[in-house]
Each structure stands twice: as C-alpha cells, then as structure tokens.
C-alpha cells in the first residue's frame, strides 16, 4: 500500500507541475487534486479553487485535525535556465515550479490522508484542505473555507521543513502611519514641521523594547521601512507618513501589540491588517513529541505561512528545503518526497491511532 501511495504521489506533482497555477489562477490545479480524490473514491468538496475532503469513517463526537498544503505558486523567476512547467527528473531531483513550494508537501499529505482514509477507530476525524492563494496571503485561500471546514483542534500545514517541526511562526503587522503638522514657508518662521514631529515616533519605533521575549524568536522586530514627506523644497511639510513592518513573535498577539504601539505614539496608526497572526503549538503536544521521538529538531519559522490564518495550535512541517523555495531551477528529491510520507504516516500514528 505505501509504496503505490508514493508512486501515486510522484505521479501527481509531475502533473500538477505542468499546470499553470498561479495566485488566483488555480483552477485547473484544483480539479486535477479534486479528480484525483474522486479516482480513489473519497468525496470532496469544493469552494472557488480550494478542495477539500474527510476521512470515510468521520464521527461528529471526535475531534478533527486538518491537514493543509497549497497548490498555488509564485511566478518564476528570470533565473530560471528550465522549463518551469517541465517535471524533468534528474540525478533524484524533480524539477518544477511549485515542486518544493509546497508540491512535495501537498501530495505527500494527500498520500497520508489516503493511507489512513478508511481506517477504523481513529481518535481524530480527518480534513484534508487543499488551498489556493498562499503566496499572497489571499482572501479566496483557507482562510475563505475555515467556517466550512467545521470545528477543528490543530493542524499540520505542509510546507518544506526538512521534516523537521516548526512549533512557531512570527506574525506579520504593516502600519501606516501619518503625522500632520501645518504647512508654511520654509524662509520664515512659519508652520510647524511635519518630518520633525514624525522623528519622536520613529525613534520610539527604533528603540521600543517588548517586555516579553520569545523563547524561539528573541524580541519582537519593528523596522521603519518608507518614509514619504513634503511637496517642494521652500515648503514646511504638513504630512509626514511613514510605514512600519512589525514581525509579531508568539509572545503577543497580533491586537496586543497594535495597542501598545498606539498608547505610546501620538502619530495616527492603521494596521493594513491584523489576519496574519503568530501561530504556535505547544512543544508537550503530542504530535510534537511523537515528532521529537522520531529525532525531528524544533525551531521557530521566520517565513509566514497558512498557518498564520489558523487560531487552533498548529504545526509546520513537510519534506523539501525552505530555502529553495522561489528559487529558479526549482526542485524536491523524490526520495524526500518518500520520506516524507512515511513520516507524516510515522508521526500521526501514535496520535490518531488507538493502538
């Protein structure tokens, strides 16, 4: 059974490989995932280009976990020397875009899901979700099919990790920021300088130091990254605006450090968005501990994922290296893509399983 569920496996990223299937132009992605499922008799559902199903013995009265992963991708890159869209195989290493991010970690979920789709007795239920729109953080992705998903307990996001288990992922906040002044002549006395009022904030934002401190992050990272003031060089500026990207650790949320920074600044502040959440999953759970006992390291991802979407404790790992994600020639071994489903098999038993 295992090795036809990787052979199934491969077979289905080289497909999906050769799809176009870009942020928001996942559809055809979607029905081959959404074909490949029906194939093998599991009922699916589906909403825009997100697909997602349950295991056949599903129970109301147990607990679910979600098993999640991507099929949109970003575009290639000018680096690229290969076809993107060509799923060539060479000295182990299956090249295409979207192979390593996250391909490898979406079709070796979908196998897991499989190997345990009709197994009796299972203490959790089953909810494989995959979705669009990751790489832009996108409204139409998970985060448009989370109230139809049901109740969920934690989750495993798929995406390149070596294997190892991501316990932690920062959040992200972009502010904008404005300072108003009073505009005048810059030869006289005039006005009330805008820049010069916005200096005491960027400064606070510089210098502010979090009381609390993450264990796998270290302190919470504001940097003021755009700054835009004045019309012509003979006039006091009375707008000074300015944008702050604010990388949140799992010491706060999201909605906690807005409010110090807006009790501490006299600029007016707008976060672009509170959505992308720090995300965590206790290091005693047992699907880190069953993870750990299989010689996995822990560590805290500094890339932002679904994950920040989720409000359940969830984990990220999947086979494939982080670093080639968006990298041109893109590529995953096949072997880790094998591993990888065994390890996925591996590390749920002792948590799903009653045995």
Not at 326 to 355: C, S, W
Request: glycine letters at 8%; hydrophobic letters at 35%; proline letters at 4%.
């Amino acid at each position: 059974m295992m090795e036809k569920l990787q052979n199934d496996a491969v077979a289905l990223l080289k497909e999906l490989i050769t799809i176009s299937s870009f942020s928001r132009e996942e559809d055809k992605t979607a029905d081959v995932i959404e074909r490949f499922l029906r194939e093998r008799n599991v009922k699916t559902q589906r909403k825009g280009n997100n697909v997602w199903a349950y295991n056949a013995q599903f129970d109301a009265n147990k607990p679910t976990l979600l098993l999640n992963s991507h099929h949109d991708t970003v575009k290639p890159n000018s680096g690229y020397t290969r076809n993107p869209f060509s799923p060539d195989v060479e000295a182990g290493k299956l090249y295409g875009l979207g192979s390593n991010d996250a391909g490898g970690c979406l079709v070796s979920l979908i196998a897991t899901f499989l190997y345990y789709y009709n197994t009796e007795d299972l203490t959790y239920n089953l909810c494989l979700a995959a979705t669009a729109e990751e790489e832009i953080s996108g409204l139409n992705g998970l985060e448009s099919i989370l109230p139809e998903l049901g109740l969920l307990d934690f989750a495993i996001v798929g995406e390149p990790t070596l294997m190892n288990l991501a316990i932690a992922e920062r959040g992200l906040m972009v502010l904008d920021c404005q300072v108003h002044g009073k505009a005048g002549h810059a030869a006289r006395e005039e006005g009330e300088n805008a820049i010069y009022k916005a200096l005491k904030d960027i400064q606070w934002f510089k210098s502010y130091r979090f009381a609390k401190v993450s264990e796998l992050f270290g302190p919470l990272k504001m940097s003021v990254t755009v700054i835009n003031a004045g019309t012509q060089h003979n006039v006091v500026p009375e707008l000074c605006s300015f944008t702050v990207d604010v990388r949140v650790t799992d010491a706060y949320t999201n909605e906690e450090v807005l409010k110090i920074i807006k009790t501490n600044v006299s600029c007016a502040v707008k976060p672009r968005s509170t959505r992308l959440k720090p995300s965590s999953i206790d290091k005693n759970h047992p699907i880190v501990q069953s993870g750990i006992r299989m010689g996995k390291e822990t560590y805290g991802s500094p890339t932002t994922s679904d994950q920040a979407l989720l409000s359940i404790p969830s984990l990220k790992v999947g086979p494939g290296d982080s670093a080639r994600s968006h990298m041109a020639d893109e590529y995953v071994y096949v072997q880790e893509i094998l591993d990888g489903i065994e390890g996925y098999v591996e590390m749920l038993k002792p948590v799903i399983t009653a045995g």
